[in-house]
């Protein structure tokens, strides 16, 4: 089975610039995360969607980042203009809908994006 | 607000030795509490998942705690190994859409 892709693997761009992030979750999962990770620190949710709705966007910075899911498969994340405090890995999760394996709550993890703001 | 806690120092361990690890949260009442392993540049890796109505679980050398009286999971390894350095992320859970929160993490190192 393949596993969560995410694209770019790294990204360096000026301040005040965009940038866009890619996630492909494993086929058929119906819920799908967007995480933030500055060094250091735990993955600190940004937004989840359920199929192509969003159930929980409350920690997305809604001025500058914006995130879409079409169709409820692959999602974008967006940054735009970006700040120098957003350099951080991007984590694309997924899981299973709750209704087919009940609480097992397993997230399934890519690799990340890594994005340097100078 | 919601605050969960782990370990803020780094643990070192002996090979050998039970490696325990400590998540407190606060402000929050998960319905099932997950644990991630971390190594550098790669995304969390779940290991092990224990329910509110569940006191303890166990798998191969590890084994979680959950008290939600005192807010708190404990995750133990036992018999550490090198290969078992990394960072340790717990991961409350809530209930219906299942919002997944992580902790800080703590960096296991397990010296030969």
């Known amino acids: 089975e393949a596993g969560v892709a995410q694209s770019p693997r790294y990204k360096i761009i000026e301040k005040r610039q965009s940038v866009a992030f890619w996630c492909n979750p494993i086929?058929?999962?119906?819920?799908l995360y967007w995480y933030q990770q500055i060094l250091g620190q735990g993955p600190k949710l940004l937004i989840q969607f359920q199929n192509n709705g969003v159930v929980d966007d409350s920690q997305l910075p809604k001025d500058r980042f914006s995130a879409e899911r079409l169709k409820g498969v692959d999602s974008t994340l967006k940054i735009q203009p970006a700040k120098l405090e957003d350099s951080a890995v991007y984590l694309c999760?997924?899981?299973?809908?709750?209704?087919?394996?009940?609480?097992?709550?397993?997230?399934?993890f890519g690799e990340g994006s890594r994005l340097t703001v100078l | 607000s919601q605050k969960i806690e782990q370990n803020s120092e780094a643990l070192n361990i002996q090979e050998g030795k039970t490696a325990t690890l400590t998540c407190n949260y606060t402000n929050y009442s998960p319905a099932y509490l997950q644990w991630y392993r971390q190594d550098p540049g790669r995304g969390p890796v779940f290991l092990l998942l224990i329910r509110e109505n569940e006191k303890e679980k166990r798998k191969e050398r590890l084994k979680v705690t959950f008290d939600t009286t005192l807010k708190q999971s404990l995750f133990h390894i036992t018999a550490s190994q090198p290969a078992d350095s990394a960072t340790y992320l717990c991961a409350p859970t809530s209930g219906g859409y299942q919002k997944v929160t992580f902790g800080t993490g703590t960096k296991l190192q397990v010296i030969p």
């Open positions: 086929s058929g999962h119906a819920t």
């Open positions: 999760a997924s899981r299973e809908s709750p209704r087919r394996t009940g609480l097992t709550g397993e997230l399934f």
